[in-house]
């Protein structure tokens, strides 16, 4: 079992900038796949961004391309999101996942939440206009 904790949430203007952190449990998180969900009220939980454990590649959501940032630590067991030019329709709970280790998440189901085996309980982020 492999436990994931958001931080890092709050409220923000637009314009600003937040960075969400994701602490996950376990002595391989080297070989975790990492994404980022959003879910604002009323719709569906939708992809934001993930990075494979192999080669770090990257990807996002067309949605906050060129805004939002995804790496990780792996010597701190944590993944991030660097969140730039926030937006109000960036407004969400967003949670952090984690695929089973090893696991080759290819870039045509990243975005796919079936993919991922663990899940954190989420972080509010609340972008003022």
């Known amino acids: 079992q492999v436990y994931l904790v958001e931080s890092g949430g709050g409220l923000v203007q637009a314009g600003g900038s937040l960075r969400l952190s994701c602490a996950a449990s376990?002595?391989?998180?080297?070989?975790?796949?990492m994404g980022w969900f959003r879910q604002a009220p009323g719709k569906e939980r939708e992809f934001v961004a993930a990075?494979?454990?192999?080669?770090?590649?990257?990807y996002y959501a067309d949605s906050v391309k060129g805004r939002f940032t995804i790496s990780r630590d792996n010597a701190k067991n944590t993944a991030y999101l660097q969140m730039n030019s926030l937006k109000p329709e960036d407004t969400a709970v967003y949670y952090c996942?984690?695929?089973?280790?090893?696991?080759?998440?290819?870039?045509?189901?990243?975005?796919?939440?079936?993919?991922?085996?663990?899940w954190g309980q989420g972080t509010q982020v609340t972008v003022s206009s």
């Open positions: 376990g002595r391989t998180f080297s070989t975790y796949a």
């Open positions: 990075i494979t454990w192999h080669l770090g590649n990257t």
């Open positions: 996942a984690a695929t089973r280790g090893t696991k080759f998440l290819a870039s045509s189901v990243v975005g796919d939440l079936r993919e991922y085996d663990y």
